[in-house]
């Protein structure tokens, strides 16, 4: 997916050894996916697989790890599952039209704004 190859070095930068920030960009790109599917009229597991291999590829996880992560994120989807995510996914969503009208600060921003505000909660 494009959206991986010119945002995660460029726009995200997250340490990729630190778990949390690596589920928090999963979520956030996966709300993305959703965006860019809804506008392409992509099946469900269409995104469910771009996620898995976002995951596999940029994210590092294992095959089945990453599975598992996309998993997670859809049943995400559901606010009453987990929260945290839920809101990440649908900012992530949001970001999608960030991404497409070229607003890279502003992606940045928003992304780095949820990170903070993840890692001072927890």
């Given at each position: 997916?494009?959206?991986?190859?010119?945002?995660?070095?460029?726009?995200?930068?997250?340490?990729?050894?630190?778990?949390?920030?690596?589920?928090?960009?999963?979520?956030?790109?996966?709300?993305?996916?959703n965006?860019l599917?809804?506008?392409?009229?992509?099946?469900?597991?269409?995104?469910?697989?771009?996620?898995?291999q976002v995951a596999?590829?940029?994210?590092?996880?294992?095959?089945?790890?990453?599975?598992?992560?996309?998993?997670?994120?859809?049943?995400?989807?559901?606010?009453d599952?987990?929260?945290?995510?839920?809101?990440i996914?649908?900012?992530?969503?949001?970001?999608y039209?960030?991404?497409?009208d070229?607003?890279?600060?502003?992606?940045?921003r928003d992304?780095h704004?949820?990170?903070?505000?993840?890692?001072?909660?927890?």
């Amino acid at each position: 997916m494009n959206i991986t190859n010119t945002t995660i070095d460029k726009v995200f930068k997250i340490d990729s050894n630190d778990e949390q920030e690596k589920q928090i960009l999963g979520a956030y790109l996966f709300g993305m996916f959703n965006g860019l599917g809804h506008e392409k009229n992509s099946k469900p597991v269409d995104i469910q697989s771009a996620m898995i291999q976002v995951a596999n590829e940029n994210l590092s996880y294992s095959l089945e790890s990453a599975v598992q992560f996309s998993q997670f994120l859809i049943n995400s989807t559901d606010k009453d599952f987990h929260p945290t995510m839920f809101a990440i996914i649908h900012r992530g969503l949001e970001g999608y039209f960030m991404y497409k009208d070229d607003e890279n600060e502003k992606l940045s921003r928003d992304f780095h704004d949820i990170m903070e505000v993840v890692k001072e909660a927890t």
